[in-house]
């Protein structure tokens, strides 16, 4: 998915769950900073103070560039969570291993990681643990059967349009790639098809399986169940029994995940934005931005810095509300969404893999 969903529609979203405004505005900027938070390492300050952070996307994604790419530990954890064959933690599975590393929509393995997450919704980035949390769930709709491994399971031979016939237009720009052995990572070979809420497409995939997608309901059902997700989180109950997305809120969603058609997810970005500033939903009208780097940016106000690359050798002011800055929390909990990923969700599952 692109910023349209992991930030405009996750802050309408949190609203419909009953978030306010300014709890709404932390937990989409999380779940799209997702995407933004490119930069890794010490951060150093004036006074001796240190901070290490880690990054969870890459500096550029270019799908000419798949080496790179699969050089950086971001996939498995922020972007293709395994789905383990659809299976419960210690159920036999007599699949092979990259099968456990599939992505699958509202797997167990993703109902587990929202359990932890609401188990910890005191902690100080809570909601920004929360926003990192609901980028990852819903990505398990876009990214289901795809793997955030360099494996021949994503390979794509045909790439078919929503009538099931051959689509030459995607097909040519595949052509302008560099084919390598590095290709089959993620969803690579169909580009961004499974982030475009409006498309309808296919492939045939690394196992010779035809797969149809319709993302339009495909993100309909993500932005529902991250509804329900966030109102157990409010309600710290993860297995309460809840309602998703009230008409019509429902319906406009829906509309809107079908009609806006541009291919920049700026551009539909804006358009959500703008459905939110006059007022469309039944929140009622709020003026919400989201400024990655920069001035205004959560990292220039807890940095002072408008730089989009930092520099090893960066020296920063030090400020006491350092400690307690959207971006420091935000940070925070990246490194414990990831540890736990790794290192207590996945090992339960059978999974290991760093």
């Known amino acids: 998915m692109q910023i349209d969903f992991h930030h405009g529609v ?9 978030f306010d405004h300014q709890s709404a505005n932390v937990i989409a900027y999380s779940s799209q900073y997702v995407d933004d938070a490119t930069n890794s390492g010490i951060i150093r300050f004036n006074n001796g103070a240190t901070f ?10 270019d799908y000419r560039n798949f080496q790179e790419l699969a050089n950086h530990r971001v996939w498995i954890p922020f972007h293709f969570l395994p789905g383990n064959n ?19 929509p509202n797997s167990y393995v993703a109902q587990d990681m929202i359990r932890e997450c609401i188990k910890h919704r005191d902690n100080l980035y809570g909601l920004h643990r929360l926003g990192i949390t609901m980028h990852v769930y819903v990505d398990t709709w876009s990214h289901q059967g795809f793997a955030g491994v360099n494996h021949q399971v994503n390979a794509a031979k045909k790439l078919l349009d929503e009538n099931e016939k051959p689509d030459k ?3 040519n720009r595949l052509k302008n790639y560099f084919v390598n052995e590095a290709l089959p990572l993620g969803h690579g070979t169909v580009l961004s098809n499974p982030d475009k809420p409006f498309l309808k497409w296919g492939y045939i995939n690394g196992r010779n399986e035809k797969i149809m997608r319709n993302n339009p309901e495909d993100f309909l059902n993500a932005a529902d169940f991250m509804c329900k997700a966030m109102r157990r989180y409010l309600l710290g109950d993860a297995d309460m029994d809840v309602l998703g997305i009230p008409e019509p809120d429902r319906s406009l969603i829906a509309n809107m995940l079908v009609n806006i058609r541009d291919k920049k997810d700026h551009l539909r970005h804006r358009q959500w934005l703008n459905a939110i500033a ?12 989201y400024i990655p780097k920069g001035k205004k940016s959560w990292k220039y106000l807890a940095l002072g810095t408008k730089k989009l690359v930092d520099k090893d050798d960066d020296v920063f002011s030090y400020h006491p509300q350092f400690l307690l800055s959207d971006w420091k929390l935000f940070h925070d909990a990246l490194q414990i969404h990831r540890f736990y990923i790794i290192h207590e969700l996945l090992p339960k599952y059978g999974i290991c893999i760093d």
């Open 86 to 104: 659809g299976k419960k933690a210690g159920e036999v599975d007599e699949g092979k291993f990259i099968d456990k590393l599939i992505c699958r």
């Open 10 to 18: 996750t802050y309408i979203v949190a609203r419909l769950a009953g």
């Open 52 to 61: 290490y952070r880690i990054s969870s996307a890459h500096k550029t994604l």
């Open 169 to 171: 237009n995607l097909m």
């Open 278 to 289: 006059s007022g469309m939903f039944s929140f009622g009208a709020e003026n919400v931005v």
